[in-house]
């Protein structure tokens, strides 16, 4: 059957706009395009010892076989999720199939009728897709602007609060000050929720994050951390109180209403947790590549594109879909895998060159491409 009329004058609009998405081609260009900062999805020792974990426990089973509360709940999980709880320094640790599903799962089950959840505006999509699944009312602050935060707040006494930010936000690649954010939560007895996507892997002694890092964890009332960037396999995690992850187990629609992750995706992470305490070699050389990045972008007079970031996401504002599309063809004619990302994924006039420095890119490939955008640019 044909599609729609509708859905294809949709189609036609986002043609006409030059903002239609088409899965990409695989290419061997180097990476300043993935999420995975420190090498982990191409890990051949994780890849042999998860594989090992399996053999050794006699583990041979390709699913889960059903949800988690049915039949998909086997015994790796119990272990990673204790595992990774006392990694965290958190009471619990409840496993979601991806960070989509955690936030969707949490927010949708979590914020009630007559609540409010007051979110940064620049949250990601599956934050905001939990929220309109919520009965709870919900107002965005503006971008990292706590006296605006304060003034919603004050807007609604007597009435349980949800604020909710990330700790590294996936376009900007910016942190909002997380000191003062915390204080002002416990200055209105609000309930703190953080998406940790981001800094796992990359903030901290061990990668725990920048939550753990700042000792300010056990401050808030929810942590979301996801597997698919810094760790470099699949799945999340939501971090809290027991009584938070038994809530959750028996309201949070995507977790219960979806089979499990197979024992090898939970052995992955696993292995790749145990893993991250003996990688700070590789942490600290993300880290030196973010600061090399940064110095050389300066250096070549690129500063004034680019939106200040000490995270491992750097981006340069390029208006209009046609001419990021063109500067990022440009540069992956020259063998760099750069996205280009477009409106509406993010506000028209704010569309950009979305670079991912990761532990394993050398220092000559970030100043060529900072070099080759430079020439192109200017």
Avoid: W
């Avoid at 990774?84 to 640790?93: M, N, P, R, Y």
């Avoid at 810094?230 to 809530?247: M, Q, T």
Wanted: glycine fraction near 6%; proline fraction near 3%; include cysteine.
């Amino acid at each position: 059957m044909k599609l729609p009329e509708n859905l294809n004058q949709k189609l036609e609009i986002r043609k006409q706009n030059n903002s239609l998405r088409k899965l990409p081609v695989f290419s061997n260009r180097i990476d300043f395009s993935s999420n995975d900062y420190i090498g982990f999805s191409k890990s051949e020792s994780i890849f042999k010892l998860t594989h090992a974990y399996l053999l050794e426990n006699e583990i041979f089973q390709n699913g889960a076989t059903g949800s988690r509360l049915i039949s998909g709940n086997h015994s790796l999980y119990q272990i990673t999720e204790t595992f990774i709880a006392e990694f965290h320094d958190a009471q619990s640790a409840l496993i979601f199939n991806s960070g989509y599903d955690a936030n969707v799962g949490f927010f949708s089950a979590v914020p009630q009728r007559n609540d409010v959840i007051l979110y940064d505006e620049l949250s990601h999509a599956s934050i905001r897709d939990g929220i309109i699944m919520s009965n709870a009312k919900s107002y965005k602050f503006n971008h990292n602007d706590f006296e605006d935060l304060e003034h919603l707040i004050q807007k609604f006494p007597d009435t349980t609060i949800y604020i909710v930010t990330e700790t590294v936000f996936s376009m900007d690649g910016d942190s909002p000050n997380l000191e003062e954010l915390v204080g002002l939560s416990e200055k209105y007895s609000c309930y703190l929720v953080v998406d940790e996507a981001h800094t796992l892997g990359v903030f901290g002694d061990k990668g725990e994050g920048l939550m753990q890092y700042q000792k300010l964890h056990d401050k808030i009332f929810a942590r979301i951390m996801t597997f698919g960037k810094g760790l470099g396999c699949h799945g999340a995690v939501v971090l809290g109180s027991s009584d938070l992850k038994e809530y959750l187990i028996n309201f949070a629609r995507s977790f219960i209403y979806t089979t499990g992750l197979s024992p090898h995706s939970v052995a992955t992470i696993l292995i790749a947790y145990q893993q991250l305490e003996v990688e700070k070699a590789t942490i600290e050389k993300l880290r030196q590549n973010i600061v090399f990045f940064n110095q050389q972008k300066n250096l070549l007079g690129l500063k004034p594109m680019f939106v200040r970031s000490k995270s491992a996401i750097q981006s340069a504002i390029v208006q209009g879909n046609e001419n990021v599309k063109r500067l990022a063809k440009q540069l992956q004619d020259k063998g760099f895998d750069v996205k280009p990302i477009l409106s509406p994924t993010v506000p028209e006039g704010q569309e950009r060159l979305r670079f991912c420095i990761h532990s394993y890119n050398s220092e000559q490939e970030i100043n060529q491409i900072l070099e080759l955008l430079g020439n192109f640019v200017f």
